[in-house]
Each structure stands twice: as C-alpha cells, then as structure tokens.
C-alpha cells in the first residue's frame, strides 16, 4: 500500500518531492511506525511543506520517534502556521501554556532562524499536473485523498480506494465549501481540490481569525487544587489532582460478577434468568457480554457560563480501557441535566457519542463508527466546537470524527460537567471559548 502510495504521488508532478515525503510519512504514521515517518516528514519540511511541518510539531510534542521537546514542536508549529495550516496555530497556542517563557521564546527564535531548502521543487509546477481525465479512477481517488489530506480532511491512506472515510472528508469539504454534496471522486471535484489554499478551507468552513473569542473557562491544575480558581465542585466518587492534572479512578465490576454474588433462593427469578443465560450461550456459542459498571460514579462540573455558541479544547487521558467517561456543558442549575455530552467507552462500538440530554431523557446525536483507542499512556487533544446555526464538530487529536446540525437546545449553558462512569480518566486542561 505504501509503496502504491508514493509511487502516485511521484506520478502527479504537481505535489513535488516535499509532498511525496509527506504522503510516505502518513502512511508510517497511521501505522504508528514513528521513527520512519519523522524522517519523511523533516525532508518534506525542510522544503516548506506546512503539513509535515505541522506532523513534525505532533511527532516533538508527544515523544513520538523522538525525544520530546517543546521547543522543537512550538517551532514547527509556528512555521506550519505562517504557510497558513488551519491546525498549526491552535496547536502552537495550546502547546505555549505548558511552556516557560524561556521556551517559548527559544522555539521563536528558532523559527525565525530557519530557512528552507533551495530546490526545483520549490517553484510552481502546476503546468505539469497531470490532466485530470488522463487519471485512471483509482489514480484520481489517490490525488483526491492526497489533497483532502493537505487541506485538514481526515481521508485515510493514499491509496487509491475509496472507502467510507474517503467518502466522509469529500462530503465534509464540500459542505464548507458550499458546492453540492454528493461524497463522489469525479474529476470535477479534484479540479475544484486542486484550486482550493488552506486559507480558503478556513474561510469556507466558518473560521474567523479576526474575531476575539471570549475566555470563559481556562484550567490546567497547575497550581494543585481544584477547588479555587475556578471553583470545581464534587457531586460524587473522589477526585484528585497529579502531574496528570485533574484525576479520578473508579473500580468497575462486571456484570456476570454481580450476577453470581445476587443469586439466592430468595430471588429465583435472578436464578432463572441465569439459567436461561447459560442456555442461549450453549446453544449459540456466542459469550454473553461482561458490561461493567462503575460502583459508585465520579461526578463533577465547575461555573463558566457559555453561549449557545462555543468552542471546547482539552486534553483527556484514559489509563485503562473500561467503563466510559462523559463530559460536556449543562444548561440550569443542575449539572446532570439538560445539556450535551460527548461519550467515550473504549473497547466498544460505538467507541465515541454525542447525545443530548433533556430533563433526563438521552438521545445519541452523531457517533463514530470505527474504533477509537486512547490508552496509550499520553492525553489526547479533543476539540468540540458549535456554530450558531448548532452546527457541532469533534476532533480528536485532528481528526474531524463527528460532524452533526442539531437545534434541540438553543439556550446558554451555565457550566461544565465530568462523569467518570467507570475507569481511570485524567483532565490535563481545559479551554472554553464562546
């Protein structure tokens, strides 16, 4: 795959060898082979590709392939974002709150300092683009997802196979760029691809950056107490506050377990029940599913009153894959009310939900279908934004995973809410913005 990959990247001229690097880099990438990918990725970057650029700031600030260092990622972050990458700069900002001064201004001195590589590939080449009806399907699909890719469209490998995720970056560009969606690969779409910048992407999708977003809750614990500036109250379970930031573990059990400890003779329908179990399963073959549940849950929000439209970014790390947490923005003066929540249960499917909740009653909004892992010993950045129109978009460390237009609630939200239902979740920082 990955060797179909750049060699059709190498075909189509028009991207250059900086773009060829970029394309191998994602595919070691998503294959987590880091050491590889950085390489691919600092030869595309070393021409002026923002978007190995911006992997080289992702690679440097998790320690992934390499040491971790925050000045070397504030650096390609900052770099990436004058080359007009719709990531770079909320990275860059968010990376520079847990930096010192001192760092923040050796990584700016360090992007002043640098300079790009000199080469043919550096000059336009748009002359020797392939012509769009000479491409072979699968080679047209391959450039699409190329260039999806390059504008901040989650679309998968470069592959040339046009599969479900493929298809949902084509309908997400085309709903921000107001053309008709129809989630095809036609070469009317990769020319209208092959036109579009970055900035457009930024200006088509509703993002201004000119507007002065208003700050209404900035948290990252640094200080060791979550109860004072802001004020987090406890409603139930223990929370605590580590190098992880705002920590809370509860022990779950399952179901079977709790099944066992119930069965007496003073219940027999727990027994029939039981019995009834065994059967299906004999019968079957298939197991019955071990659901846990937390013991006693772990609730908390804090006060930070928020329009009906907001943008959301924390960083969430999960120790162990069980039980699920939730988290979101509740509207009255009861945190477990109305209001919306995102959904993580890792280990199953749908791994990741959005609901809405109305004076007790749910109701799951938008999911992701595939599988969604995060214990992996570092936080993940999860960004959570609603327009005015209740358009709503998750990412998950950049990937665009859930895309939904719900009015249900049209009211202000009164503060921000965490239920750990069981498992062990840390809250490393949280920004609200409305």
């Given at each position: 795959m990955k060797k179909l990959a750049l060699s059709l990247v190498l075909l189509f001229g028009a991207v250059g060898?900086?773009?060829a690097n970029y394309a191998e880099g994602m595919?070691?990438?998503?294959q987590q082979e880091y050491?590889?990918?950085?390489?691919?990725?600092?030869?595309?970057?070393?021409?002026g590709d923002a978007d190995a650029q911006y992997m080289l700031g992702r690679l440097s600030e998790a320690g992934n392939g390499t040491t971790q260092d925050f000045v070397e990622a504030h650096k390609w972050y900052n770099l990436a974002a004058a080359r007009g990458h719709r990531h770079a700069a909320d990275a860059r900002?968010?990376?520079a709150e847990r930096m010192t001064d001192r760092q923040v201004a050796a990584a700016q001195q360090a992007a002043r300092d640098w300079q790009p590589q000199?080469?043919?590939?550096?000059?336009d080449t748009s002359q020797a683009q392939p012509d769009v009806e000479t491409l072979t399907y699968r080679e047209r699909v391959a450039e699409i997802q190329l260039e999806l890719n390059r504008l901040g469209y989650d679309a998968g490998p470069t592959d040339g196979l046009m599969g479900d995720r493929t298809r949902s970056a084509i309908?997400?560009?085309?709903a921000d760029m107001g053309v008709a969606r129809d989630g095809q690969a036609s070469a009317e779409l990769l020319r209208h691809l092959r036109r579009t910048g970055t900035d457009e992407v930024a200006a088509g999708s509703g993002s201004h950056p000119d507007d002065s977003p208003q700050v209404v809750l900035q948290e990252d614990f640094s200080d060791g107490d979550y109860r004072r500036n802001p004020t987090w109250t406890v409603i139930s379970g223990d929370f605590e506050v580590d190098r992880n930031g705002l920590r809370s573990t509860v022990e779950t059990e399952r179901a079977t377990d709790r099944t066992a400890r119930g069965l007496n003779s003073d219940r027999p329908e727990e027994i029939g029940l039981a019995v009834l179990g065994m059967i299906l399963q004999q019968r079957t073959g298939t197991p019955q599913r071990e659901e846990a549940a937390p013991a006693q849950p772990a609730k908390i929000f804090v006060d930070a009153p928020t329009d009906n439209a907001f943008r959301m970014e924390l960083d969430l790390g999960s120790h162990e894959p069980?039980?699920?947490v939730e988290l979101g923005l509740f509207q009255g003066s009861h945190p477990a009310g109305t209001g919306y929540r995102l959904v993580y249960s890792p280990g199953t499917e749908p791994t990741l939900r959005l609901i809405r909740l109305i004076f007790g009653n749910t109701e799951t909004i938008a999911h992701h279908d595939g599988r969604l892992d995060l214990e992996d010993g570092r936080f993940h950045r999860i960004v959570w934004t609603r327009d005015e129109s209740g358009q709503m978009q998750?990412?998950?460390?950049?990937?665009?995973?859930l895309r939904v237009k719900d009015n249900g609630l049209r009211d202000p939200f009164q503060g921000f809410v965490l239920e750990n239902q069981g498992g062990d979740y840390s809250l490393g920082r949280i920004r609200i913005e409305d």
């Open positions: 060898p900086a773009s595919n070691y990438y998503e050491h590889q990918a950085l390489q691919e990725f600092r030869e595309a970057a070393a021409r900002d968010a990376l000199e080469t043919s590939s550096s000059r309908y997400e560009y085309q069980a039980g699920h998750v990412r998950v460390d950049d990937r665009r995973l």
